[in-house]
Structures are given as C-alpha cells and as structure tokens.
C-alpha cells in the first residue's frame, strides 16, 4: 500500500468515525492474531474502505460497487460482526461498536449519496441493520447502554 493510500485510510477512519467525544475512549489492547483473514472486496473507481479491529474474534466485511463510496469499521471488545454493502455512487457508510459483549450491525446502502452511521458502545448483544435503497437518504444510530 503506497504511503499516500495509507493517509487516505487512517484519515477516512478519523474524519468517518472518531468523533470528538470517542476521541477520549480508552482503547483496548490489540489481541487479535495478524493472520486472521478480513474478507474485503471493491470494484470500480475511488471507493474507499477500511477495518480496524481490536479485541478478539470479531468478523467484518466491506463490499463496494460503484464509484466514491466510503466504508469504515471500527471495532472493540471481542465477538462483533459488521459488514457494510454499498451498490451505487457517493455513499458513506460507518459502523462503530466498542464493548465487551457481542454486537452485530449492518448496513445496505442501494442506491447514490446516502450517509449512514451505526454507533453502539459499551455493549448489550445489540442488532442493528440499516437498508437504505433509494438516493440521499440519511441515518445516524447510537445505543449506549
């Protein structure tokens, strides 16, 4: 990865899910073994995704097609699972979960320019699943617990 797309991504995952107020979370210690696959897959022109996941046993997934879509995942705790799946142009997806109990989200973006963000934190067993089919559509959840 050339240093300009490794700017790209680490700024994506800024701009896209470390608010100002998660800025301040305390991050857990990576126990995640580095050779645990991450199922990803992009076509077309200048989409963008990126995983990062701390913790244990968690399970993410980024499937784009179309052109500047943006797909971020930020995970903690152990046991999640997020996928993102975005058909069409200019989308904006974000799933963030944190905690220590397993939490699924998902979001299905069909169509151009829609924003979603799933949030969670600190972690009930909480589903959450967003379908956006259409344009310009706009969700924003968060469950604190």
């Known amino acids: 990865m050339t240093t300009r797309a490794s700017r790209m991504l680490g700024g994506l995952l800024s701009a896209l899910l470390l608010a100002p107020a998660l800025a301040a979370e305390p991050l857990t210690p990576d126990l995640a073994p580095p050779e645990l696959p991450i199922p990803q897959s992009v076509t077309a022109d200048g989409n963008l995704a990126a995983i990062h996941q701390q913790g244990f046993a968690h ?85 604190k617990r």
């Open 59 to 143: 399970w993410a997934a980024i499937s784009q097609s179309g052109a500047g879509n943006q797909g971020a995942i930020v995970q903690h705790g152990r046991q999640h699972i997020a996928s993102i799946e975005q058909r069409g142009d200019g989308n904006l997806a974000s799933i963030l979960q944190f905690g220590l109990m397993p939490q699924q989200a998902g979001i299905t973006q069909l169509g151009d320019d829609n924003r979603a963000r799933i949030e969670q934190r600190p972690g009930t067993r909480t589903d959450i699943d967003i379908l956006q089919r259409g344009d310009a559509m706009r969700v924003d959840i968060t469950v």
